[in-house]
């Protein structure tokens, strides 16, 4: 398991240019499995809908932290 409070506090650097973000929001997962059916799931599609016209939004899943 990967230690998500340190990787949610440690600083961060954008390589390429899309922006610095303001916030960073982590979630784990067991495995890509899971996060593509939580990605995919009527629970979520709510929120993704509500957050469209709402937010700049990028996601970037990481497979084996």
Do not use: Q
Not at 9 to 32: H, Q, T, Y
Not at 33 to 56: G, I, L, V
């Amino acid at each position: 398991m990967a230690d998500v409070s340190s990787a949610a506090a440690a600083r961060r650097r954008c390589w390429k240019a899309i922006g610095s973000p303001n916030r960073i929001v982590i979630l784990e997962f067991p495995d890509m499995a899971t996060a593509k059916a939580f990605y995919h799931s009527p629970e979520y599609r709510k929120a993704r809908e509500a957050r469209r016209n709402a937010a700049d939004f990028k996601m970037i899943v990481v497979e084996g932290l």
